[in-house]
């Protein structure tokens, strides 16, 4: 089974990625992650792509398709992955058909007015990479399940918020249409409550592909 997430920045895909990822049993790949992990290590790829992360802009799709394209002739990417937060422009979706075949498309759908709150609001553990908000956090600065350090995201600043959901809107929504038409994609709805909600809606429809 493999399978895309597509969603705006704050519609909860990396939170239904892990529980999708640890349900089913696929690696869980995040090009968010993979450009971040580069830029703590400052490899090459690192700092090319912190000069666009930091302004809300895109990684240049040549640069992100061939880590991808790399990632996923990786053996436990045989029997199936999950893809977060790549493709995000139609080109990058192309090119993924190039080089592999995609069974299913999940597209968080969200109110735009509740992305901007969550986003700056998010907390990031250092260790695990578990998200927070700080309205549920009362002050506690450590990780409920490791005990790692929380952080916020240098792209979780108002600023690049409003650039990266400009960004979204042009280049990555359109990739609904493209999927739509291809009959591929399964729409659900993100909402305030718990993700376990909107969890337990996917995992339901995801089994009918095993
Ligand atoms: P979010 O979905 O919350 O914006 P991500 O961790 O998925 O966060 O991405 C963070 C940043 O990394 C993006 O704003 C963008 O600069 C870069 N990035 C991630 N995935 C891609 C991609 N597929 N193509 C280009 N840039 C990307
Ligand atoms: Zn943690």
Known sequence: MNIILLGAPGAGKGTQASRISRRFGMPHISTGDIFRANIKNQTEIGLLAKSYIDKGQLVPDDVTCKIVENRLQEEDC???????GFPRTVNQAEALERFTHIDVVVNIDIDFALLTARLCGRRVCKECGETYHVSTLN?????????????????????????????????????IKYYTEKGVIKNFTGTDEPPEVLFQQIEKVLEEYR
């Open 78 to 84: 045989k029997n199936g992955f999950l893809l977060d």
């Open 139 to 175: 002050g506690k600065t450590n990780c409920e399940k490791c005990n790692g350090e929380l952080h916020q995201r240098a792209d979780d600043n108002p600023e690049t918020v409003q650039k990266r959901l400009d960004v979204y809107l042009a280049q990555t929504a359109p990739l």
